[in-house]
């Protein structure tokens, strides 16, 4: 079901919509990219359909909406705890099919992984998808090769040209706002090809360990972990316990994203840590996202959103290594 409408009519919507839910959506954030006169495109909260970037992809995903770099999980004093306040609202999100594809991965994690993570599911359980579409590949993108370049997994559609905006609705609670319009023909746009492609080895095993490729990363990586914070679906978190005061009675307790490529990652008790090598962490991380996560789930982890190669400041490419990994396969094959 779709609608043609102005843009001061889908503002309006939009205004009727704040009063029950936060609107995010990639915009641009003037002054704030890596340098002192560039700019960046990441989530935020929007008002109005001008503010959306549609032409140009975010730097970061829209998972900082749902799994904030930050979150306190509770207040604690010497003789009580307390949760924060339940959200106020709840969350409407614009997304790409890529991304729309990781929050599906996110789900799995933290709702369908043998317990519901309660921080989670309580942000989770009140949010619509809005699905942007993509009428061009970006750079890096290979989420053709991952299968994540369409989805019919989203609440609505909506694309800007010139001066109207057309929009496909899904989901019951979106329709009764568009009653008076009437009714046309609305399809996603969906991408078919990318400029990057890559090729998983169906023999792929852990015997890929052994291959000396991941020497490569020991040198190269700089253990920053901006892939990490940059990728949909990397979900890991170390948890801070802030004190309020110098007796350390009073504070809270807070998860905060870590990430598998930086130093301490590993830590444990006594001293001890694992994968100290900047190439194990590298492999440890590859592995997780087109071999470990398929074994459980069926489908890779990684969703070919092609932001870690977008954001490495060593110009490390997560897809040239998958690439490499069919070599890899054969060498080891050939070593034993």
């Given at each position: ?218 040198s190269r990586c700089i253990a920053c972990g901006r892939c990490n914070f940059a990728c949909p679906t990397c979900t890991c978190f170390t948890m801070q316990d802030i004190f309020y005061t110098d007796n350390g009675k009073a504070g809270e307790r807070r998860r905060v994203w870590a990430s598998c490529q930086v130093d301490g990652f590993t830590d444990m008790a006594g001293g001890h840590s694992f994968r100290l090598d900047k190439g194990q962490r590298m492999r440890f991380k590859v592995m997780h996202k087109v071999y470990d996560y398929k074994k459980k789930w069926g489908y890779h982890m990684c969703v070919g959103c092609g932001r870690c190669d977008d ?26």
């Amino acid at each position: 079901m779709g609608y043609k409408l102005n843009k001061k009519s889908i503002n309006d919507i939009f205004e009727s919509l704040s009063k029950e839910y936060l609107i995010y959506a990639p915009k641009l954030f003037l002054g704030e990219g890596n340098f002192s006169d560039t700019d960046r495109i990441r989530y935020g909260e929007i008002k109005n359909i001008d503010e959306i970037i549609f032409n140009e992809k975010a730097q970061y995903s829209a998972k900082e909406v749902l799994l904030p770099i930050s979150q306190t999980l509770f207040f604690f004093t010497e003789d009580s705890i307390k949760e924060p306040n339940p959200p106020k609202k709840g969350a409407i999100i614009f997304l790409r099919s890529c991304d729309l594809h990781a929050i599906k991965r996110m789900d799995d994690i933290y709702l369908k992984n043998g317990q519901e993570d309660y921080y989670y599911k309580k942000l989770r359980e009140n949010v619509k998808f809005i699905l942007m579409g993509c009428e061009n590949s970006f750079e890096n993108c290979f989420c053709v090769s991952m299968g994540t370049n369409e989805t019919n997994e989203y609440d609505a559609y909506l694309k800007v040209m010139d001066d109207y905006v057309y929009v496909d609705i899904q989901e019951e609670e979106l329709k009764k706002l568009f009653k008076q319009d009437k009714e046309i023909d609305v399809k996603p746009d969906f991408v078919t090809q990318n400029n990057v492609n890559v090729s998983i080895p169906e023999n792929l095993s852990l015997d890929i360990m052994k291959s000396k490729m991941w020497e490569e990363y020991s040198s190269r990586c700089i253990a920053c972990g901006r892939c990490n914070f940059a990728c949909p679906t990397c979900t890991c978190f170390t948890m801070q316990d802030i004190f309020y005061t110098d007796n350390g009675k009073a504070g809270e307790r807070r998860r905060v994203w870590a990430s598998c490529q930086v130093d301490g990652f590993t830590d444990m008790a006594g001293g001890h840590s694992f994968r100290l090598d900047k190439g194990q962490r590298m492999r440890f991380k590859v592995m997780h996202k087109v071999y470990d996560y398929k074994k459980k789930w069926g489908y890779h982890m990684c969703v070919g959103c092609g932001r870690c190669d977008d954001i490495c400041p060593e110009y490390i490419s997560f897809s040239n290594c998958i690439n490499k990994l069919k070599d890899g396969m054969e060498e080891v094959s050939a070593d034993e």
